[in-house]
C-alpha cells in the first residue's frame, strides 16, 4: 500500500529532551517535507527537501533540522524540545509538481 | 505573498442535503490546486488534485471546480451524509512549487 508513515505517533516528553520523530515513503517520491499544525494559525511549513541530500528552510524552521540520506526518510529532529514546540506534526510526499501525500500526523506534548 | 481563505468557517447541515464550500486564493499563477479532508486530531486525506489546466475534477460525490482567473475554488458535496463531518481544506503550491499554503479550512457537520 502506498503511504507516508510517521513514527511515533504520540510523544510528551520534557523541555530540552532531544527527540527524532521518522518519517518514510514507499512511493519513490523525490519532495519530502514537514508541517506543523496549531489551532488558529493552520498549517506552516517547516523543513522541505526536493530530493536526497537537498533541504531547505520552510516558514518555521527555527529550533528543527532535518535529514535526507535516502530518498525514503526524512526525519524531524528536535535538538532540544521547548513547550512552543508542542503542535501536531505532519510530513508529506510527492512526486515534484503533482499531488501531496500526508502521514497520519504525531502529536508532540513538550512539558 | 500567496493566501488562501475558506468560507464559510463552519458549516452545519442535515443529512442528504447538496453543498458547496469555497476556497479563495490572491496570487492566480498556481499550477493545481488540493483538497484535503482532515477528521479530528486526524491526518490530511487527498481528495481531489485540479490541474490548472482543468476547470472540474470529480470524485464520487465529490465536484471541484477551478477559476484561475478570478481567484476561485469550489468543493461541492452531493447527498451529504453524516460520515462527511470533518474539517475541508484547500491548498495551493507557494509561488516557488516548494510548499503548500493551506486555508483555515471549512468544518463541516453533517447531522442525521
Known amino acids: 500500500e502506498a503511504q507516508v508513515t510517521q513514527n511515533p505517533r504520540y510523544l510528551i516528553t520534557v523541555t530540552g529532551k532531544k527527540l527524532t520523530v521518522t518519517c518514510s515513503q514507499n512511493m519513490n517520491h523525490e519532495y519530502m517535507s514537514w508541517y506543523r499544525q496549531d489551532p488558529g494559525l493552520g498549517l506552516r511549513q517547516i523543513y522541505y527537501s526536493m530530493n536526497v541530500e537537498v533541504t531547505d528552510k520552510g516558514d518555521v524552521p527555527e529550533g528543527y533540522k532535518v535529514s535526507r540520506k535516502e530518498k525514503r526518510n526524512f526525519p524531524l529532529i528536535l535538538e532540544s524540545p521547548s513547550p512552543n514546540q508542542t503542535s501536531l506534526y505532519f510530513c508529506a510526499s510527492s512526486p515534484l509538481g503533482y499531488e501531496q501525500y500526508f502521514g497520519p500526523g504525531t502529536r508532540l506534548t513538550v512539558t | 505573498k500567496q493566501e488562501v481563505t475558506q468560507i464559510p468557517a463552519a458549516l452545519s447541515v442535515p443529512e442528504g442535503e447538496n453543498l458547496v464550500l469555497n476556497c479563495s486564493f490572491t496570487d492566480s499563477a498556481i499550477y493545481n490546486l488540493q483538497w484535503f479532508r482532515q477528521d479530528p486530531g486526524k491526518g490530511l486525506t487527498s481528495l481531489l488534485l485540479?490541474?490548472?489546466?482543468?476547470r472540474e475534477q470529480t470524485s464520487g460525490r465529490l465536484n471541484a471546480s477551478l477559476d484561475k482567473s478570478s481567484g476561485r475554488s469550489t468543493l461541492y458535496i452531493a447527498a451529504s451524509q453524516p460520515g462527511d463531518s470533518a474539517t475541508y481544506l484547500c491548498?495551493?503550491?507557494?509561488?516557488?512549487?516548494?510548499?503548500?499554503?493551506f486555508g483555515k479550512g471549512t468544518t463541516l457537520s453533517v447531522s442525521s
Open positions: 491548498a495551493v503550491p507557494n509561488q516557488a512549487g516548494t510548499a503548500l499554503i
Open positions: 485540479i490541474q490548472s489546466s482543468q
